[in-house]
């Protein structure tokens, strides 16, 4: 059974910081691209970042609530783990935060087979 398991998620200031992690579980982990999505109250499920398997190599979102530059992701191969670091977070940024893992390599939810169940961060202004 292959299980993803967020945390971290949690209410924090404008121009805070969070980090979020995603410990998976029942996969080959570095056979997998890994990505963040999230979703907002009343809006879709959006991409936020992704890190390929075996390089390493990472993309973000590039669009008009741009994450790039503000969030990192990395993955820890040895721990079956990604992490998504937040800094300078603004309101817009409140979503729940999804960890996903699939063989395809995107910014779409179809490329991904396995989701967790989220974390909730809220940025208060």
């Known amino acids: 059974q292959v299980t993803l398991v967020e945390s971290g998620g949690g209410l924090v200031q404008t121009g805070g910081s969070l980090r979020l992690s995603c410990v998976t579980s029942?996969?080959?982990?570095?056979?997998?691209?890994m990505a963040w999505f999230r979703q907002a109250p009343g809006k879709e499920r959006e991409f936020v970042a992704t890190?390929?398997?075996?390089?390493?190599?990472?993309?973000?979102?590039d669009n008009a609530d741009s994450v790039k530059g503000r969030f990192t992701i990395s993955r820890d191969n040895a721990k079956n783990t990604i992490i998504l670091q937040m800094n300078s977070l603004k309101p817009e940024d409140t979503a729940v935060y999804y960890c996903?893992?699939?063989?395809?390599?995107?910014?779409?939810?179809?490329?991904?087979?396995?989701w967790g169940q989220g974390t909730q961060v809220t940025v208060s202004s």
């Open positions: 029942g996969l080959a982990f570095s056979a997998y691209n």
């Open positions: 996903a893992a699939g063989t395809d390599y995107g910014m779409e939810i179809s490329s991904y087979r396995y």
């Open positions: 890190v390929r398997r075996w390089s390493g190599t990472a993309y973000y979102a």
